[in-house]
C-alpha cells in the first residue's frame, strides 16, 4: 500500500519561483515548448523536457517564464526544486527531491517510506490522475531526476541542466538547446533595466555591451545593474571597462567563461569594500539558499542593521538574489566567484572565522527551537565564539518544528562543514540539536547520516558523554532500519562508554535501547527482565518520566509475552507517574491507554479495552502520532477479532498495516500476516450468511 497522504487535503502546491522581471526574447524555444505540451497531451504521455545550454545562458528564466504562462494547464499546482547540480557543493541526492515533493503532497513526515525505491512507488502513487507541472532546476545527471518524474499524462516536467542528459532522452524527453541571446533581444534586456533613453542614445555602445557579455542573461543583468546604479554614467564607460576586463581574463579564463567573468569582476570591484566582503563571504554558506541570520553572521562582529542594508544594495545590483521574504541565494556562477574572490582577499583565518560565525548561526537557531520542543533533554554547554544574531522567534512548538524542517538541509550541511573543518565539538553540537525534527518528523536516512557524524564527532572530541549519547540514538535509527547487529552493537558500546564515566542515567538510557531491540525482534522474555531491572534503576535515579516509559515498554512487553493480567498491574501505575511530572508529557500518557487497551484485550476485558483504545486513537490522531494511531487500530482490531467482528478487525488491521508500512515498524510483518489471514477467511466465510455478529455486544 502506498497511499500515505493525511485526511485534510494540503494546499495547492505554487512553489514556482517569481516569473522573471525583464524576461525578453526566447519567442522560438516558448513556441517549441508549447508544441511539444500540445503533443503529450495528445498523445497522452507526461511531457518531459531537458533545457540545456551553458551556465548563465537563461534556462531557469526560460523555463519559468514558460511555466507561469502555461500554469492554468496544471490545476493540481506546480513543484520547483533546485537540485545544485553545479553550485561548487555536492549535487542534491534523490531521496532528499523525493521526500520534499511528497511532504509538500500533504505525506506526513513522519510516515515518510525510507528506501528510495519506497519514495518513488509512493510519488507515483501520489501524482496519479494529477495534472502538476514539475520544475527541477539545476540538474547534473539523469540519475537525479529520474525517480522524480511523474508518470500520469497530466504532468509535464521542465529539467535544467548544462548536460544534455541523454539517459533522459532514452527514456522519453525532449532535449531543447537554449542559446546566447540575439544581438537585439539583448539590447532589449539591457533597455528594459537602464531605460530606453540610455540606450536610444548609444545605440552602437549599447550593442558593443551585450556583445562583450556574450549573449548570456546573466552577465548582460549584472553590467546592467552598474549602469542602472549610475545613472550619470555614459554606456561607453562600462564598454570600455568591461574591455579592459575582457582582456585581462582572456589570459585566464577557459573559453564561454570571459564574458561572464569580465562582468562579475568589473562589479565586484564597483562595490565598496562592506558590501564586497559580504559578497565574497556569501560563498561561504554551507546551503545553497540562506536567510538573513546567516547572511549577515559573515560580517562577525557587524551590526545587523547595517547588515541587512549591505544586503540589500546586493540585491540591488544583481549580485545576490532574494527568491523570497527574507530568503537569498547567489546564482552557481556568482557563488562560485565570491568564493574565488573569498580566498584572494581574505586570509585563512578569516574565512574560518566568518564560515564559524554561520555555522554557530544555526546551532544557536536550532537550539531555541530544540528547547522549546524538548525542554527536558539532557543537553551539553556550548561556548560561542560570538554571540548570534538574527535568531528566530518561534510563537510555538509548532512553528519550532517546522523551522527545523525548513532549515533541514541547511543544517546538515552546517552539520558537514564543522566536521570538515576539524570543529568536532560544534559538529557534535550540530548533530544534537536535530533530535527534535528527528524524533517527530523522522527523516530516517538523515538521521542516520547525522547520528553517526555525531559519534564520529565526539570521538574526535573526546567527549565520553557525547559518545555515549549519539551511540545510543544511533542504535536506535538502526534498530528501526533492520541493521539489528549494528544497533545492540551501538547499544552495547553506549552502556560501556557511559559506565566508563559513572553516568548510570546514560547506562541505563542504552540498556532501555537494547531491551525495546529484544521486544522487537520477538523475545519478550529478555526484555522483561531488563525493563524490570530499569525499572528499578529509574526509581533509584528519581527520574520520573524514564520511569514512565519503562512502565510501558514493560506493560508492553509483558502482553507480548501473553501475560495480559501482569501488564494490567503494571500499567495501573503509570498515568499517576506521568501525571506528577513538572511538564505535561500529553503523548505518552496517551501510549499508556494503548498499552492498557492492548492488556485488557488480552486478558478478555473487551469492554475496558475497546473504550481505552478507542480514547488513544482520537488522542494520538489530535497529536499527531501515526505510529500511535496505527498501534491503537491495530489493538481494536485484537478487539474486533475476539468479537467475532471480523470485517471490522480487517477495517482497522488495514489502516494499521497502511501506517506500519510508511514507518518501517516492527510490528508491521505481525499486522501484515494477520491482515492476510483475516481477509481470507473473511472472503471464505461471505457467501454463508450474514456477517458482523459481536460476540462481546449486549
Same mark, same amino acid.
Given at each position: 500500500m502506498h497511499t500515505a497522504v493525511g485526511a485534510d487535503r494540503p494546499p495547492l502546491p505554487r512553489q514556482l519561483l517569481p516569473a522573471p522581471v525583464h524576461f525578453t526574447g526566447r519567442r522560438a524555444e516558448l513556441a517549441a515548448l508549447d508544441d511539444m505540451l500540445i503533443e503529450a497531451q495528445a498523445g497522452e504521455y507526461p511531457l518531459v523536457v531537458v533545457l540545456t545550454g551553458q551556465g548563465g545562458v537563461g534556462k531557469t528564466a526560460l523555463a519559468l517564464q514558460w511555466a507561469h504562462a502555461r500554469r492554468n494547464r496544471f490545476p493540481d499546482g506546480e513543484l520547483h526544486a533546485d537540485l545544485a547540480g553545479f553550485g561548487g557543493s555536492d549535487p542534491v541526492p534523490p531521496s532528499e527531491i523525493l521526500g520534499a515533493f511528497l511532504r509538500t503532497l500533504g505525506v506526513d513526515p513522519q510516515r515518510m517510506p525510507v528506501g528510495l525505491s519506497e519514495q518513488a512507488a509512493l510519488f507515483r502513487s501520489v501524482t496519479a490522475d494529477r495534472k502538476l507541472l514539475v520544475f527541477l532546476d539545476d540538474a547534473f545527471s539523469a540519475a537525479q531526476v529520474r525517480l522524480a518524474l511523474p508518470a500520469s499524462p497530466g504532468c509535464a516536467v521542465v529539467v535544467t541542466s548544462r548536460h544534455r542528459l541523454t539517459g533522459l532522452a532514452a527514456d522519453g524527453a525532449r532535449i531543447l538547446e537554449v542559446e546566447p541571446l540575439t544581438s537585439a533581444a539583448a539590447v532589449r534586456l539591457l533597455a528594459r533595466t537602464v531605460g530606453d533613453d540610455r540606450v536610444d542614445r548609444q545605440p552602437d555602445q549599447a550593442q558593443s555591451l551585450v556583445d562583450l557579455c556574450g549573449g548570456l542573461p546573466i552577465a548582460v543583468r549584472v553590467a546592467a545593474a552598474r549602469l542602472a546604479s549610475r545613472p550619470k554614467w555614459s554606456v561607453a564607460r562600462v564598454v570600455t571597462e568591461l574591455s579592459d576586463e575582457r582582456r585581462r581574463?582572456?589570459?585566464?579564463?577557459?573559453?564561454?567563461?570571459?564574458?561572464?567573468?569580465?562582468?562579475?569582476?568589473?562589479?565586484?570591484? !564597483?562595490?565598496?569594500?562592506?558590501?564586497?566582503?559580504?559578497?565574497?563571504?556569501?560563498?561561504?554558506?554551507?546551503?545553497?539558499?540562506?536567510?538573513?541570520?546567516?547572511?549577515?553572521?559573515?560580517?562577525?562582529?557587524?551590526?545587523?542593521?547595517?547588515?541587512?542594508?549591505?544586503?540589500? =544594495? +546586493?540585491? =540591488?545590483?544583481?549580485?545576490?538574489?532574494?527568491?523570497? /521574504?527574507?530568503?537569498?541565494?547567489?546564482?552557481?556562477?556568482?557563488?562560485?566567484?565570491?568564493?574565488?574572490?573569498?580566498?584572494?582577499?581574505?586570509?585563512?583565518? /578569516?574565512? @574560518?572565522?566568518?564560515?564559524?560565525?554561520?555555522? =554557530?548561526?544555526?546551532?544557536?537557531?536550532?537550539?531555541?527551537?530544540?528547547? +522549546?520542543?524538548?525542554?527536558?533533554?539532557?543537553?551539553?554547554?556550548?561556548?560561542?565564539?560570538?554571540?548570534?544574531? =538574527?535568531?528566530? $522567534?518561534?510563537?510555538?512548538?509548532? $512553528?519550532? %518544528?517546522?523551522?527545523?524542517?525548513?532549515?533541514?538541509?541547511? %543544517?546538515?550541511?552546517?552539520?558537514?562543514?564543522?566536521? $570538515?573543518q576539524g570543529w568536532a565539538e560544534l559538529a557534535w553540537q550540530l548533530s544534537d540539536v536535530m533530535w527534535p525534527l528527528l524524533l517527530y518528523r523522522?527523516?530516517?536516512?538523515?538521521?542516520?547520516?547525522?547520528?553517526?557524524?555525531?559519534?564520529?564527532?565526539?570521538?574526535?572530541?573526546?567527549?565520553?558523554?557525547?559518545?555515549?549519547?549519539?551511540?545510543?540514538?544511533?542504535?536506535?535509527?538502526?534498530?528501526? +532500519?533492520?541493521?539489528?547487529?549494528?544497533?545492540e552493537q551501538c547499544f552495547r558500546l553506549s552502556m560501556d562508554c557511559a559506565r566508563s564515566i559513572d553516568d548510570d542515567r546514560g547506562v541505563a538510557d542504552a540498556q532501555e535501547g537494547l531491551a525495546l531491540l529484544h521486544l522487537e525482534s520477538g523475545q519478550p522474555e529478555p526484555a522483561i527482565d531488563e525493563f524490570r531491572s530499569l525499572a528499578a534503576t529509574n526509581r533509584r535515579l528519581g527520574a520520573a518520566r524514564s520511569l514512565g516509559l519503562?512502565?510501558?515498554?514493560?506493560?508492553?512487553?509483558?502482553?507480548?509475552?501473553?501475560?495480559?493480567? $501482569?501488564?494490567?498491574?503494571?500499567? @495501573?501505575?503509570?498515568?499517576?507517574?506521568?501525571?506528577?511530572?513538572?511538564?505535561a508529557d500529553p503523548y505518552n500518557e496517551a501510549r499508556v491507554l494503548v498499552a492498557r487497551g492492548r492488556a485488557a484485550a488480552g486478558a478478555?476485558?473487551?469492554?475496558?479495552a475497546r473504550e481505552t483504545a478507542t480514547r488513544a486513537l482520537s488522542e494520538l490522531a489530535a497529536l499527531g502520532s501515526p505510529a500511535g494511531v496505527a498501534e491503537s487500530h491495530e489493538v481494536l482490531a485484537d478487539i474486533a477479532r475476539r468479537c467475532g467482528d471480523v470485517a471490522d478487525a480487517v477495517e482497522h488491521l488495514r489502516a494499521a498495516v497502511e501506517i506500519f508500512t510508511t514507518l518501517r515498524s516492527w510490528r508491521l510483518?505481525? !499486522?501484515?500476516?494477520?491482515?492476510?489471514?483475516?481477509?481470507?477467511?473473511?472472503?471464505?466465510?461471505?457467501?454463508?450468511?450474514?456477517q458482523g455478529t459481536d460476540r462481546c455486544g449486549p
Amino acid at each position: 500500500m502506498h497511499t500515505a497522504v493525511g485526511a485534510d487535503r494540503p494546499p495547492l502546491p505554487r512553489q514556482l519561483l517569481p516569473a522573471p522581471v525583464h524576461f525578453t526574447g526566447r519567442r522560438a524555444e516558448l513556441a517549441a515548448l508549447d508544441d511539444m505540451l500540445i503533443e503529450a497531451q495528445a498523445g497522452e504521455y507526461p511531457l518531459v523536457v531537458v533545457l540545456t545550454g551553458q551556465g548563465g545562458v537563461g534556462k531557469t528564466a526560460l523555463a519559468l517564464q514558460w511555466a507561469h504562462a502555461r500554469r492554468n494547464r496544471f490545476p493540481d499546482g506546480e513543484l520547483h526544486a533546485d537540485l545544485a547540480g553545479f553550485g561548487g557543493s555536492d549535487p542534491v541526492p534523490p531521496s532528499e527531491i523525493l521526500g520534499a515533493f511528497l511532504r509538500t503532497l500533504g505525506v506526513d513526515p513522519q510516515r515518510m517510506p525510507v528506501g528510495l525505491s519506497e519514495q518513488a512507488a509512493l510519488f507515483r502513487s501520489v501524482t496519479a490522475d494529477r495534472k502538476l507541472l514539475v520544475f527541477l532546476d539545476d540538474a547534473f545527471s539523469a540519475a537525479q531526476v529520474r525517480l522524480a518524474l511523474p508518470a500520469s499524462p497530466g504532468c509535464a516536467v521542465v529539467v535544467t541542466s548544462r548536460h544534455r542528459l541523454t539517459g533522459l532522452a532514452a527514456d522519453g524527453a525532449r532535449i531543447l538547446e537554449v542559446e546566447p541571446l540575439t544581438s537585439a533581444a539583448a539590447v532589449r534586456l539591457l533597455a528594459r533595466t537602464v531605460g530606453d533613453d540610455r540606450v536610444d542614445r548609444q545605440p552602437d555602445q549599447a550593442q558593443s555591451l551585450v556583445d562583450l557579455c556574450g549573449g548570456l542573461p546573466i552577465a548582460v543583468r549584472v553590467a546592467a545593474a552598474r549602469l542602472a546604479s549610475r545613472p550619470k554614467w555614459s554606456v561607453a564607460r562600462v564598454v570600455t571597462e568591461l574591455s579592459d576586463e575582457r582582456r585581462r581574463l582572456d589570459a585566464l579564463s577557459a573559453p564561454g567563461q570571459v564574458s561572464v567573468l569580465a562582468s562579475f569582476d568589473l562589479s565586484y570591484r !564597483a562595490l565598496s569594500d562592506a558590501e564586497a566582503t559580504l559578497y565574497r563571504r556569501q560563498g561561504l554558506q554551507p546551503g545553497a539558499e540562506f536567510g538573513v541570520g546567516p547572511a549577515c553572521a559573515v560580517l562577525t562582529g557587524a551590526d545587523p542593521a547595517v547588515a541587512r542594508k549591505l544586503l540589500g =544594495e +546586493l540585491v =540591488e545590483v544583481s549580485m545576490v538574489e532574494e527568491v523570497g /521574504e527574507d530568503r537569498f541565494r547567489l546564482h552557481d556562477l556568482l557563488r562560485l566567484h565570491a568564493r574565488e574572490q573569498c580566498v584572494r582577499h581574505d586570509g585563512d583565518d /578569516e574565512r @574560518a572565522a566568518a564560515l564559524r560565525a554561520v555555522v =554557530e548561526w544555526y546551532l544557536a537557531a536550532a537550539g531555541r527551537a530544540d528547547r +522549546l520542543v524538548s525542554p527536558s533533554r539532557r543537553r551539553l554547554p556550548y561556548a560561542f565564539a560570538a554571540e548570534p544574531v =538574527e535568531l528566530p $522567534e518561534f510563537a510555538g512548538r509548532d $512553528e519550532a %518544528l517546522d523551522w527545523l524542517d525548513g532549515e533541514r538541509v541547511n %543544517l546538515i550541511a552546517a552539520g558537514r562543514a564543522a566536521m $570538515e573543518q576539524g570543529w568536532a565539538e560544534l559538529a557534535w553540537q550540530l548533530s544534537d540539536v536535530m533530535w527534535p525534527l528527528l524524533l517527530y518528523r523522522k527523516h530516517y536516512l538523515d538521521r542516520l547520516e547525522i547520528d553517526r557524524r555525531g559519534v564520529a564527532a565526539a570521538r574526535t572530541w573526546g567527549n565520553v558523554f557525547a559518545e555515549a549519547d549519539m551511540l545510543k540514538r544511533l542504535g536506535r535509527v538502526c534498530a528501526i +532500519l533492520g541493521r539489528r547487529d549494528e544497533a545492540e552493537q551501538c547499544f552495547r558500546l553506549s552502556m560501556d562508554c557511559a559506565r566508563s564515566i559513572d553516568d548510570d542515567r546514560g547506562v541505563a538510557d542504552a540498556q532501555e535501547g537494547l531491551a525495546l531491540l529484544h521486544l522487537e525482534s520477538g523475545q519478550p522474555e529478555p526484555a522483561i527482565d531488563e525493563f524490570r531491572s530499569l525499572a528499578a534503576t529509574n526509581r533509584r535515579l528519581g527520574a520520573a518520566r524514564s520511569l514512565g516509559l519503562t512502565l510501558i515498554n514493560l506493560g508492553t512487553a509483558l502482553s507480548a509475552a501473553g501475560r495480559h493480567r $501482569e501488564a494490567l498491574d503494571v500499567l @495501573a501505575e503509570a498515568p499517576a507517574v506521568f501525571a506528577g511530572l513538572d511538564v505535561a508529557d500529553p503523548y505518552n500518557e496517551a501510549r499508556v491507554l494503548v498499552a492498557r487497551g492492548r492488556a485488557a484485550a488480552g486478558a478478555g476485558d473487551t469492554d475496558m479495552a475497546r473504550e481505552t483504545a478507542t480514547r488513544a486513537l482520537s488522542e494520538l490522531a489530535a497529536l499527531g502520532s501515526p505510529a500511535g494511531v496505527a498501534e491503537s487500530h491495530e489493538v481494536l482490531a485484537d478487539i474486533a477479532r475476539r468479537c467475532g467482528d471480523v470485517a471490522d478487525a480487517v477495517e482497522h488491521l488495514r489502516a494499521a498495516v497502511e501506517i506500519f508500512t510508511t514507518l518501517r515498524s516492527w510490528r508491521l510483518p505481525a !499486522a501484515r500476516n494477520l491482515l492476510n489471514d483475516l481477509t481470507t477467511s473473511h472472503a471464505a466465510r461471505e457467501p454463508a450468511g450474514p456477517q458482523g455478529t459481536d460476540r462481546c455486544g449486549p
